[in-house]
């Protein structure tokens, strides 16, 4: 329950109190802008937000926002069972015990706000379930995007639009490694660690250049966008580590850039209707505007039947952006729980996921082989066989090895697939590089 604020003058000025379960590099930045922008907080909002318990894993490590004597605990659970909470902010991370947590405070009749994507994409379906019978909120705008508010454009702002695609960048370690190896002409070795180094990945960075950061976000953006029940599971995913500089070079010379993308595509109406959810390496023409996204910047495309294209770009990641996007649904589920109301569940639909050998593309295919007479033809038959016609090749020579480069037309990725297993068992064929689907082409899509 929401209290007037006693020290206010302003009768209508209330207080929420806030129980926050993780205080690292976002919870620590959220501490830090409530207790910075409270006044301005309340005179816009009508509500005094305090954060009065924060749950974390080591009492004992120094911390600029620890506050007031018994604000810290070990005991999280705690935090989500106490009375005097009135919304909780998850910021744990993981399914559990991030998920035992936030079932708990919804059957506590508490709103609760979250970023934790891989959690939403796993199980988003089943948590909207259980805020909805608890008739209380559950909020996720930093789960994807960082502060581009890309949430609550789809769920509010696009509700009533048809949405067809949408199409982004969406992780930005892959997107600085990828830049870095365009713009630098390093290696993707040499980008990964950089990008290490100036804290744009992680130490391990496997869940960004594997594209399982991207692949979550895709299953959450294609939920709200199609309204239906999507999860991580049902993400094609392929990352950016077989991407060489080679391939960079060669997209250039072309007229594009490579990017990691994350596409969620929907087809067809009614009982037809069929969506298409994938995360991987792309050529796009320098002539789009996704090209055009650098370092570590997020940026999407969505493509409505009456709105058109609209396209939504800023930091993807980081503390202070993230931590601005948990502000932005604490507030909305403040203003909520001050006027007791909450915002709707929409009933997610099951529609037929089409898996990613249904799909069309035009694809770059990199060889290497060995530099002898007849290799091009063996080369040119296995693509034959599998009914994959090649639009252009191109050979650079490598001392007693060449690499080709080949554009294929329109093609089936399941064709594709097996032209890529065929073209392996040649003897000829040395090494069989990414394989990157080209967005946006004439001859594509």
Known sequence: MVRADPDSRDDQLTTVRVGLLGCGNVG?????????EADAISERSGVHLAITRIAVRDLTK?????????????????????????????????????????????????????????LLATHGAHLHDLAAKAGRDLLYEASVGGAIPLVRALSV??????????????????????????????????????????????????????GHDAAAKTAIIAS???????????????????????DIDFAQRRGYAIKLLALAERDGEGEDESIAVRVHPAMISNDHPLALVNGPFNAIFVEGEHAGELMLYGRGAGGQPSASAVLGDLLDAA???KRET????????????????????????TL??????????????????????????EQVGLTSEARMIFITHLALESDVQATLQG????????????????IGDEDGE
Do not use: W
């Open 28 to 36: 620590g930045a959220l501490v830090e802008l409530v207790d910075k």
């Open 62 to 118: 120094d911390r600029a926002s620890s506050g007031p004597p018994g604000r810290l605990t070990d005991d999280a659970m705690s935090v989500v069972e106490d009375p005097d909470i009135d919304l909780v902010v998850e910021l744990i991370g993981g399914i559990e015990p991030a998920q035992s947590l936030i079932e708990q405070a919804l059957r506590q009749g508490k709103s609760v706000i979250s970023a934790n994507k891989e």
């Open 157 to 210: 702002s696009l509700a009533g639009e048809r949405v067809s695609r949408v199409m982004g960048i969406v992780n930005g370690t892959t997107n600085y490694i990828l830049s870095r190896m365009q713009s630098a002409h390093t290696t993707y070795e040499e980008a990964l660690a950089e990008a290490i180094r100036l804290g744009f990945a992680e130490s391990d960075p496997t869940a960004d250049v594997e």
């Open 224 to 246: 709200i966008a199609f309204n239906a029940d999507v999860s991580v599971d049902d993400v094609y995913r392929q990352g950016i580590t077989d991407i060489d500089i080679a």
């Open 335 to 337: 203003r909520a729980l």
């Open 342 to 365: 909450t915002f709707l569940h929409p009933v997610r639909r099951r529609v037929r996921i089409r898996p990613i050998d249904e799909l069309e593309s035009t694809y770059c295919i």
């Open 368 to 393: 290497e082989v060995l530099d002898r007479p007849g290799v091009m033809a063996a080369v040119a038959e296995v693509f034959g066989r599998h009914g994959v016609s090649i639009r252009s090749m």
């Open 423 to 438: 073209l392996k068992e040649l003897d000829s064929v040395v090494r069989v590089g990414g394989l990157v689907r080209v």
